[in-house]
Antibody
């Protein structure tokens, strides 16, 4: 089973770019969708987007104009960039590795946005 | 977008008693490949979510057999046969049939 460890800046100002990275341990990149999911404070889960091992991406249309998910196979890492953040982007951001037989989660990163 | 609607949103249960959560989708979740990509997740307080059930009724590795999933088309159910204290948390259904994965609002399970 793959294990995921994520990191990135948790305190941002409005209009800045959120940048998070997730490292993959114990598995290969193929056969998985590498995803980002977020959870506003006290609310439910929202899928942000995903990338597969060949670099093909899908993004939530509600965020598509601001989101970039990328892959670095040499480092076994994938990353999220979300531009022009506002208070509405605050919450916990999770990376995830998704396959039919397995769904692994990162530990989550709390993102706070100040004006 | 496929809208996922869960009920109830809050579920107080007595230890040792069964619990049931409903999840309905705004359109059929049967994929063109014949599979139905409906998953259930558990999120304990302060923890990352954890997948319990995939493709309607398949338990993930290590998930206790008191958890079961059923349903078809647009109506799905997660059942806990006998609730234990460690089952407290929020449960989400999620569809993966459509390319845009969507979650239900969550059902909070608490002990009476």
């Amino acid at each position: 089973q793959v294990q995921l460890q994520q990191w990135g800046a948790g305190l941002l100002k409005s209009s800045e770019t959120l940048s998070l990275t997730c490292a993959v341990y114990g598995g290969s990149f193929s056969g998985y969708y590498w995803s980002w999911i977020r959870q506003p404070p006290g609310k439910g889960l929202e899928w942000i987007g995903e990338i597969n091992h060949s670099g093909s991406t899908n993004y939530n249309p509600s965020l598509k104009s601001r989101v970039t998910i990328s892959l670095d196979t040499s480092k076994n890492q994938f990353s999220l960039k979300l531009s022009s953040v506002t208070a509405a982007d605050a919450g916990i951001y999770y990376c995830a590795g998704i396959s039919i037989l397995e769904w692994s989660w990162g530990q989550g990163t709390l993102v706070t946005v100040s004006s | 977008d496929v809208v996922m609607t869960q009920s109830p949103l809050s579920l107080p249960v007595t230890l040792g008693q069964p619990a049931s959560i409903s999840c309905r989708s705004s359109q059929s979740l049967v994929h063109s490949d014949g599979n139905t990509y409906l998953d259930w997740f558990q999120q304990r307080p302060g923890q990352s979510p954890r997948r319990l059930i995939y493709k309607v009724s398949n338990r993930d590795y290590g998930v206790p057999d008191r958890f079961s999933g059923s349903g078809s088309g647009t109506d799905f159910t997660l059942k806990i046969s006998r609730v234990e204290a460690e089952d407290v948390g929020v449960y989400y259904c999620m569809q993966g049939t459509d390319w845009l994965r969507t979650f239900g609002q969550g059902t909070k399970v608490e002990i009476k």
